[in-house]
């Protein structure tokens, strides 16, 4: 089975900026894969911020951006706010005859 | 704007079927892929499969011999059926509506349901 890895835990100061990233442990992460950033805050649903590697939703904030970066898949944000605070997913799809897709396992976010 | 709502029991006894529909308003069941994901308690998400509205299925090979995701259009529906369920299949459950060419792999989880706690114990 594919693990999709993340940084468990990440802290940044708000105006700060802040990259997460997300690999594969079947290799280099590319376009392929069409990965996905989703954000959770606590009780909430997970909402898509990111997906196709850099494309965003209509309520994702100008501040975040998505890219690929050293073969990982990799969020950005860029002026960070304190409603940032929150736990960040990767996700990447794995085609074939069985199309499946693999979440990382998440990345907590601290604004201090 | 598309809503998802899912509905079900909240508490399943272990050896049991865990039954869940998502009823899908303000938008048509029809040319989308309809997906489930769950996370247990305190944990991270995780991709159970999805179906699309004609009917054709994937799903994560980790659950494959337990799952089965059933469509019903004029319902604007679909449900989940998870088998031989044990206290590691509590979670919250969600349903999504996917955005997804299979030719490209172009992928956009786009609106999710609120989520519903499914339990199973005795």
């Known amino acids: 089975q594919t693990v999709v890895t993340q940084e468990p835990s990440l802290t940044v100061s708000p105006g700060g900026t802040v990259t997460l990233t997300c690999a594969s442990s079947?290799?280099?992460?590319?376009?392929?894969?069409?990965p996905s950033w989703l954000q959770q805050k606590p009780g909430q649903a997970p909402r898509t911020l990111i997906y196709s590697t850099n494309k965003k939703q209509p309520w994702t904030p100008a501040r975040f951006s998505g890219s690929l970066l050293g073969g990982k898949a990799a969020l950005t944000l860029s002026g960070v706010q304190p409603e940032d605070e929150a736990d960040y997913f990767c996700l990447l799809y794995y085609g074939g005859a069985q199309p499946n897709w693999v979440f990382g396992g998440g990345t907590k976010l601290t604004v201090l | 704007q598309v809503q998802l709502q899912e509905s079900g029991p909240g508490l399943v006894k272990p050896s049991e079927t865990l039954s869940l529909t998502c009823t899908v308003s303000?938008?048509?069941?029809?040319?989308?892929?309809w997906s489930w994901i769950r996370q247990p308690p305190g944990k991270g998400l995780e991709w159970i499969g999805y179906i699309y509205y004609s009917g054709s299925t994937s799903y994560n090979p980790s659950l494959k011999s337990r799952v089965t995701i059933s469509v019903a259009t004029s319902k604007n529906q679909f449900s989940l059926r998870l088998s031989s369920v044990t206290a590691a299949d509590t979670a919250v459950y969600y349903c999504?509506?996917?955005?997804?060419?299979?030719?490209?792999?172009?992928?956009?989880?786009?609106?999710w349901g609120q989520g519903t706690l499914v339990t199973v114990s005795s």
């Open positions: 303000g938008g048509s069941i029809n040319s989308y892929y």
């Open positions: 999504a509506r996917v955005n997804y060419d299979s030719l490209t792999g172009y992928t956009d989880f786009d609106s």
């Open positions: 079947s290799g280099a992460v590319t376009s392929v894969y069409t």
